[in-house]
């Protein structure tokens, strides 16, 4: 089952973020992209029509998870598996420090 989350960016929908067999997919939403006021949500993933891939977490994302006795007490709290950065991304980023957010996709209602 493919986990997905949206990524907000100071709380506009910027983007979806797909958690495959193969790895990670992310790609910017196209109302986002057609605003001319928008920033990408990192320099490593400038603005784009493509949609992005790779095998692990990408780095900016992964960077959002917090690290430490944070994770720790995130692991705890929620029982996360610290190897789930996934499940860590969605648990603790919800609302994270700076622009971006993320949140989880509700696939039921997603066609």
């Not at 690290?67 to 996360?80: F, N, S, Y």
Request: proline letters at 5%; glycine letters at 6%.
């Amino acid at each position: 089952m493919n986990r997905k989350a949206i990524v907000l960016m100071y709380g506009y929908k910027a983007g979806e973020l797909e958690e495959t067999p193969d790895g990670y997919v992310f790609q910017y939403d196209a109302e986002y992209l057609e605003n001319p006021d928008t920033q990408a949500i990192s320099l490593t993933l400038p603005l784009t029509e493509k949609a992005y891939t790779n095998p692990t977490l990408f780095s900016f994302f992964d960077g959002l998870i917090p690290e430490g006795w944070l994770l720790d007490v995130a692991h705890r709290t929620w029982k996360l598996d610290p190897r789930d950065r996934m499940g860590l991304l969605l648990a603790c980023c919800k609302d994270c420090i700076g622009a971006v957010s993320i949140i989880l996709m509700d696939t039921e209602t997603e066609s």
